[in-house]
């Protein structure tokens, strides 16, 4: 079946460092990847998705490109802000739009 | 565009009492609808999703029921809670349309056993 596996955290950055999650995967077919997030006190909310092999998704800063030699969709951004601040779950879609999700890694930016 | 509602927020239960969590959709007709819970520590587990109206189909076997007696509405039960059911539920529905797969989450409710 579908999986993905996330990159422990959590991570503590300082402000303006470089921010990488590890995301691979594994699945049939040609599945959809997303990053959602999660803001303190807020439900979830798409970040940025890919859908098909190359294409980068974009959002916010945060960047991530839909690998499927390395079945990867790491995400980065280049200069985080204490705004950044959240849990980042990776995630999968497959034809039935059955989400898999990572198990999420927490974010902490500090000023 | 697509709007999820999920009531309550927040919800202290004791165990052995009962469970009505509900989902409403509006903005779409038709959607797949899902009932995610993030346990403390953990990631998001599907529990059930629904294609139509009394459609249910469950990913892991538990403690908990799932409804969806109309289109637009998809309800979480249980009998009697257990402290393992403790968790950050959400309702989420899913779409596709001319602009490609869209994706939908509610603001979950926060769900505390004791």
């Known amino acids: 079946g579908n999986s993905v596996t996330q990159m422990e955290g959590p991570v503590t950055l300082s402000e303006e460092a470089f921010l990488t999650i590890n995301c691979t995967y594994t699945a049939t077919g040609y599945p959809s990847l997303f990053w959602y997030v999660q803001y303190p006190g807020e439900g979830l909310q798409l970040l940025l998705k890919?859908?098909?092999?190359?294409d980068k998704g974009s959002n916010k800063g945060f960047e991530a490109t839909y690998r499927k030699e390395t079945t990867s969709f790491h995400l980065e951004k280049g200069s985080v802000q204490v705004s950044d601040s959240a849990v980042y779950f990776c995630?999968?879609?497959?034809?039935?739009?059955?989400?898999?999700f990572g198990a999420g890694t927490t974010v902490t930016v500090r000023a | 565009s697509q709007t999820i509602h999920q009531w309550p927020a927040t919800l202290v239960q004791p165990v052995g009492s009962p469970l009505s969590l509900e989902c409403t959709v509006e903005?779409?007709?038709?959607?797949?609808l899902y009932w995610y819970r993030q346990a403390a520590g953990r990631g998001l587990q599907l529990l059930f999703y629904s294609v139509g109206i009394g459609q249910i189909s469950s990913e892991v076997p538990q403690n908990l029921s799932a409804s969806r007696p109309q289109d637009r509405q998809f309800i979480l039960s249980s009998k009697k809670l257990l402290l393992s059911d403790s968790g950050f539920y959400l309702c989420a529905s899913a779409l596709r349309d001319r602009g490609g797969e869209k994706l939908f989450f509610g603001s979950g409710t926060q769900l505390s056993v004791l």
């Open positions: 995630a999968l879609s497959g034809d039935d739009y059955k989400l898999s």
């Open positions: 890919a859908t098909k092999a190359d």
């Open positions: 903005g779409t007709s038709n959607p797949n």
